[in-house]
T-cell receptor, first 115, second 112 residues
Framework: ETGVTQTPRHLVMGMTNKKSLKCEQH?????MYWYKQSAKKPLELMFV???????ENNSVPSRFSPECPNSSHLFLHLHTLQPEDSALYLC??????????????FGPGTRLTVL | KNQVEQSPQSLIILEGKNCTLQ??????????LRWYKQDTGRGPVSLTI?????NTKSNGRYTATLDADTKQSSLHITASQLSDSASYIC???????????FGKGTKLSVKP
């Protein structure tokens, strides 16, 4: 295991539901990330947090709302999603911001299906 | 535009055979290149990282090469095993802001 856990592993939700994805890292890292992985597309970086402050938001729709209460936990709150939001959502952490050689350690992902 | 292209998109080989996966990039300036292995239902795990000055790096049966002049990298898998079945993702760090640029990955299937 990589030291990064994600729950739930699978989630099916309707377009009017509100749900949250949770990520926890046990590595003592200071930076955490949310990625979206769709079939046959490269990983898309969504949000970056460093020391609990959001440092990057890659033009993600407001129906995705991140929260980082401390350096070990990261949430992604979901509401009024669209079917095209169905994807694998990956959380990652690194010792610092992923500059130079800081390796990102990924969680197993949450497979999200929006009906 | 900074891009990472991987080939082939998918590959099927027999157990015990060797294979080579390709990664071409147009990222500039270049910082480093990393190969990840992603098993089905899991997150990516780093196999190797290569910097500008490194030509070859091995990790067990995995050998990565880098030609910074032609902006090409390859991942060679020797004596493949069923557990090598996975997607292999090439990631380049670089560009004016030092961002990570991900390839789409190569899906490898090793058959008995």
């Amino acid at each position: 295991e990589t030291g990064v856990t994600q729950t739930p592993r699978h989630l099916v939700m309707g377009m009017t539901n509100k749900k949250s994805l949770k990520c926890e890292q046990h590595l003592g890292h200071n930076a955490m990330y949310w990625y979206k992985q769709s079939a046959k597309k490269p990983l898309e970086l969504m949000f970056v947090y460093s020391l609990e402050e959001r440092v990057e938001n890659n033009s993600v729709p407001s129906r995705f709302s991140p929260e980082c209460p401390n350096s070990s936990h990261l949430f992604l709150h979901l509401h009024t999603l669209q079917p095209e939001d169905s994807a694998l959502y990956l959380c990652a952490s690194s010792r610092g911001l992923a500059g130079s050689y800081n390796e990102q350690f990924f969680g197993p992902g949450t497979r999200l299906t929006v009906l | 535009k900074n891009q990472v292209e991987q080939s082939p998109q998918s590959l099927i080989i027999l157990e015990g055979k060797n294979c080579t996966l390709q990664c071409n990039y147009t990222v500039s300036p270049f910082s480093n290149l990393r190969w990840y292995k992603q098993d089905t239902g899991r997150g990516p795990v780093s196999l190797t990282i290569m910097t500008f000055s490194e030509n070859t790096k091995s990790n067990g049966r995995y050998t990565a090469t880098l030609d910074a002049d032609t902006k090409q990298s390859s991942l060679h898998i020797t004596a493949s095993q069923l557990s090598d079945s996975a997607s292999y993702i090439c990631v380049v760090r670089g560009g004016s802001q030092g961002n990570l640029i991900f390839g789409k990955g190569t899906k490898l299937s090793v058959k008995p």
